[in-house]
């Protein structure tokens, strides 16, 4: 049967802007879309393996991200925008990971074999998400990594007192159980050229990272004693230790790297570590725990000045360096164009490491183009380049964070699916969700919302923790964990569904009611027949939506079609209760008299 | 002046209707009144044509006796004038009694009464805020004690009763009559909507229409409320009718 254009209309109102459905602010945020508060709600009911279950559906190393991730879901999470406390959601994921993770659990089925071959160049987060998802597609899949470990950057670039290395070989085992081959230590464009893998393989998924260092042209950075963050970081990462460092330690940097290099420069016996950045102290681009705890260990921090000149002895070794005061660092274009004034101040010290960015390195010979930082240039949707068997993922096409870099994998590994496939790179495809978004979401607090603090985790003391490369962080107990599960706001909107039992009959939201109204042209009628008109719905949307006047415009078009009667059986005796309610028996009027 | 009772009103209580109007003939000595359907029912059921044919009937009433403010005791005859007549105005009967205030010998009746009222508000008036407190400013002057929920006033539930959802999908209509009543602590519950009275005591809770309190005797927790009188169409129908000769009686009197 046919409804009205106004029916329509409303229905399809409601479905476009109802926000049942919409993803919570955590998972919107999180470019790999794991399911926060539900994970969050196992945790607080003390389902710890329901909970592992849940992060697994997205991510491969629960424990890993739970340690190190620089979680964009508390920068989000309603308890950060309305009190500055966050859920410790990456804490949370730690502790799943810590009670519940064991091998058994893990999905390991792969696809039906395709017979085509994919290599992975780098076995950082993007290769491996990448390679994962290959795998599960039913292709085979080899990754190269010029380092003889796993976990790219996550090994060689974060420090082992944040991230333990046995947890990422124990994560990483995961992708060995589905089939997925490791040549470790083989350096693509040099010992295998670039060229050589794409004629051996179907497809090639450039992850190779960004791990060249690099040091700005300030005077004096040819002293001895002048090193690059990844080079610093990685030689410590893999042996404990840096020879060519001194005891008087300065850091130049203000982001999570510089925090990382002053950190573990205690842990290789410094005895004075300064942090030197551009940034006052409340602008550090680093994140607020790695700040904190770098203070906690007795980093000095210099914030606001700029390296004017590395000062050298005679035999040419760092001595120490002028600094210059920062009068500004960005221009009013919001460019990096730092300015600084006359005042200068000289600090003592015998090795400078400069955490100022790092590039990727070609790998490719030229063959692909690079920009900025030497990534390379690739379709944002796709991460298609310009040779169409060639996909890049991770620092090499622009991911900032592990957990982009995991996103940025799976969608190269999706557009080599398809072209494997010869299927369109685009068609079909909803970008939106392949990486962080912005959520639809727009809701009151939950009545009776309190402003409760964020659960403190167990840090070992500054003073035991800073000589030694043992796990910083011991992670929550069964009881903090719960309690900071509690703490969750469970967003979502649905309020219309806690006063309205009639729509829950039908749907979860009324975006699935009408949704599937303007999909199929027709509805039950004991749909709108069921609605009470009280009203309550529209009285609690945040968008006022007329719920009950849209099923009153159903019912009108049924009448229509149902000469002039409700299809309802059960109406039958309304219409005699009414046809009486107007007879002559029952009514009367009388004019009023003096 | 007139006065229209509705339909579940006079079908739970002629004597009711009766004292209600004769308290008013008191006030407002040319009372009239009209005794119909307001056409709601034909209204939620989604016949448009038929309503307005309806609606026009008692329109018609109302001008033949020459009736220029209706006062009403039923929140959908409330709604269903102030939407649909063009020319003649309502006022509910919760927002007239503040105003001509009650007869002494009612106030403070209640006062020695041990009953707790849970108040429920009727829905379709969710947001006449002035009906809702006349309705508190009755129940205070009688002497009774009230208490509000999180679902008082512009939060109202559905008692179940509305959208003529009863005859349609009757297990729903119980699942949320029994919703709603367990939104109050209170067995005891005070209604404006004879309707809703009826909601109520299918789900076992004590439900007095305001006028049972405003006429009747008082109520303390032992003794058990009035019967369900809707749930019986027999009993309604002959109310019904006893109804409409109060109405003529009182208004020739």
């Known amino acids: 049967m046919e409804f009205k254009k106004n029916v329509w209309e409303q229905a399809s109102h409601i479905t476009d802007g109802c926000m049942g459905h919409e993803d919570a602010f955590c998972t919107a945020a999180c ?110 899949v080899v990754i190269y990594d010029k380092l003889h470990v796993v976990g790219g950057m996550m090994r060689v670039g974060i420090p082992e007192y944040r991230l333990p290395r046995e947890v990422i070989d124990f ?48 005077p004096g950075k040819d002293a001895e004693g002048v090193f690059n963050a990844v080079d610093y970081l990685k030689d410590i990462s893999l042996t404990h230790k840096f020879p060519k460092a001194g005891k008087k330690i300065a850091v130049i940097g203000g982001g999570d790297v510089a925090m990382d290099c002053a950190r573990s420069s205690w842990r290789i016996g410094a005895e004075e570590v300064l942090l030197i950045s551009l940034e006052e ?37 760092v001595k120490g360096l002028r600094l210059k005061k920062v009068l500004s660092v960005f221009d009013e274009n919001g460019r990096f164009a730092p300015q600084f004034s006359e005042e200068t101040q000289e600090v003592k010290i015998d090795t400078v490491v400069f955490a100022t960015g790092q590039q990727v390195e070609d790998i490719t010979d030229g063959q692909l183009e690079q920009k900025g930082g030497g990534r390379y240039v690739t379709d944002p949707d796709t991460l298609a380049t310009n040779l169409p068997d060639v996909f890049a993922a991770g620092d090499a096409s622009g991911g900032a964070i592990v957990v982009q870099a995991m996103a940025l994998g799976r969608k190269a590994a999706a557009s080599a699916d398809r072209f494997l496939k010869e ?87 009324p975006q699935d009611i009408f949704g599937e109204f303007l999909e199929k042209g027709e509805i039950d009628p ?24 849209t099923f009153m415009g159903m019912r009108k078009d049924f009448i229509l079609h149902n000469d002039g009667k409700s299809p309802m059986d059960g109406h039958k005796a309304i219409e005699v209760h009414q046809k009486l309610g107007f007879s002559k028996i029952f009514c009367t009027k009388v004019k009023g008299v003096k | ?49 038929k309503f307005k044919e309806r609606f026009a009937g008692l329109q018609k009433d109302i001008d033949d006796v020459g009736i220029e403010t209706m006062i009403v005791a039923c929140q959908n005859c409330y709604k269903t004038i102030k939407e649909t007549s063009d020319h003649t105005d309502v006022e509910s009967l919760w927002t007239l009694l503040p105003k001509i205030g009650l007869p002494e010998e009612v106030r403070g009746k209640a006062k020695d009464s041990d009953v707790v009222f849970g108040i429920h508000d009727s829905c379709s008036t969710r947001y006449e805020k002035e009906i809702q407190d006349g309705i508190r400013w009755i129940m205070s002057e009688l002497g009774y004690r009230v208490e509000e929920t999180e679902h008082s006033r512009e939060n109202a539930r559905c008692c179940g009763f509305g959208g003529m959802i009863v005859p349609a999908n009757p297990d729903l209509a119980t699942r949320v009559m029994k919703r709603r009543a367990d939104d109050f602590e209170s067995d005891h519950v005070v209604v404006y909507c004879a309707a809703c009275r009826s909601s109520m005591m299918k789900v076992g809770k004590k439900a007095f ?22 749930s019986s169409p027999a009993k309604s129908w002959i109310n019904r009718y006893k109804s409409k000769h109060a109405v003529r009686q009182v208004v020739k009197a």
């Open chain 1, 171 to 218: 994560e990483y085992s995961y992708l060995v159980d589905l089939g997925v081959e490791f040549k470790m230590g083989v350096e693509i464009g040099k010992d295998v050229t670039f060229s050589q893998l794409r004629e051996d393989y179907d497809s090639v998924i450039v992850a190779n990272g960004a791990h060249k260092g690099t040091i700005p042209p300030v």
């Open chain 2, 1 to 49: 002046m007139g006065f229209m009772p509705g339909c579940s009103l006079p079908s739970y209580t002629p004597e009711g209707v009766k004292k209600t109007m004769e308290y008013l003939k008191q006030i407002y000595p040319d009372l009239g009144g009209v005794q119909k359907c307001c056409g709601k029912g034909t209204k939620a059921l989604g016949q448009e044509e």
């Open chain 1, 526 to 549: 004991i749909i709108p027949y069921s609605c009470n008109m009280c009203g309550g719905c529209t009285h609690v949307c945040p968008n006022d939506y007329k719920i009950g006047e």
């Open chain 1, 281 to 317: 102290l409340e602008n550090l681009p680093a994140s607020q725990e790695e700040i904190d705890e770098s203070q906690e260990e007795d980093v000095q921090f210099i914030n606001g000045w700029g390296t004017d000149e590395i000062l050298k002895d005679k035999a040419g070794k």
């Open chain 2, 209 to 230: 229409h305001i006028l049972d309190l405003l006429w009747g005797p008082v109520v303390y927790n032992e003794e058990p409320a009035p019967e369900d009188v809707l």
């Open chain 1, 31 to 140: 470019p790999m879309h794991t399911d926060v508060k539900k994970y969050i709600a196992q945790i607080g009911k003390g389902d710890y393996e329901g909970a592992l279950k849940t992060i697994r559906e997205k991510l491969f190393l629960p424990n890993t991200l739970g340690r190190i991730c620089a979680h964009p879901c508390e920068t989000d999470c309603r308890r950060n925008t309305e009190f500055g406390q966050p859920l410790s959601v990456a804490g949370l994921k730690r502790f799943a990971a810590e009670r519940a993770d064991r091998k058994e659990l893990w999905e390991d089925s792969v696809g039906e074999p395709t017979g085509k071959r994919v290599a992975v160049i780098g076995a950082g987060p993007a290769g491996a998400q990448a390679a994962i998802d290959l795998r599960k597609a039913g292709h085979e």
């Open chain 1, 423 to 509: 299927k369109d790179l685009a068609e079909g495809r909803n970008f939106k969700l392949e990486y962080s978004f912005e959520t639809r979401l727009d809701v009151p607090l939950p009545k009776g919302t309190e402003n409760l603090p964020r659960t403190s985790g167990n840090h070992r003391s500054a003073k035991e923790r800073k000589r030694d490369f043992k796990a910083f962080d011991l992670g929550y107990t069964d009881e903090q964990a719960q309690k900071e599960a509690s703490r969750c706001l469970q967003c979502e909107c649905k309020l219309c569904m806690t006063e309205c039992l009639m729509m829950n009959d039908y749907g979860e939201c």
